[in-house]
């Protein structure tokens, strides 16, 4: 089995060729280690690789792992909840998660923010948007995208900080492009409308097979799990 560093390896190589390809700087591109049915240890060993952020699909899941890993002084580890959240798992991420990728509801941001406001704390937040239509994924309409950010813009405990989508189940690259590039219009239109705030900026987009046509559009956080992880089952 090929190691975690040499995928990794791997994938930065193609991040810093596609980012300098299209005239953007790799620094301002993050990875999400999306680290779905990975077990502890091998989350630890990507840590030592010098990946911070993990992203997870599923609350329970997301819950063992924070409880597996306390202890191993694994302090710059982010979680990030990149999966469907529904409202009443919404205190699990408000205790443990840093950045939610999936917001797509004015209900589930007031009952997050009830939470955090109980922890004292407040959590980053991307709308998701179904960009691509299809009905097995979640998500806004991108017609009542600025809409819920606007709503949510006023939510004392979450910050606003860009969008989110999943590139259509294609092999045509040119309409998983024009995905994506609707994605960071829509970005751009709000961002300029002025009320979401100066974090709102960021493109939750790319994922292991798709991420350089998403870095080519403007993405700003990928979410890469296959390609780092190798295959898993579930």
Known sequence: MESIANRLASIRQRIEAAAHGCGRNPAEIGLVAVSKG???DRIQEAYACGLHLFGENRVQELVAKVEALQGRGLDALEWHMVGHLQRNKARHVARHVTVLHSLDSLALAQELDRHLSRLGRTLDVLVEVNVSGEPTKWGVHPDEAPALVRA??????LRL???MTVGPRTDDPQAVRAAFRTLRHLRDRIRDEGWAGPAFAHLSMGMSSDFEVAIEEGATLLRIGTALFGPRAG
């Open 161 to 163: 900080v860009g969008l």
């Open 38 to 40: 990975v077990d502890p």
């Open 152 to 157: 949510v813009a006023s939510v004392p405990t």
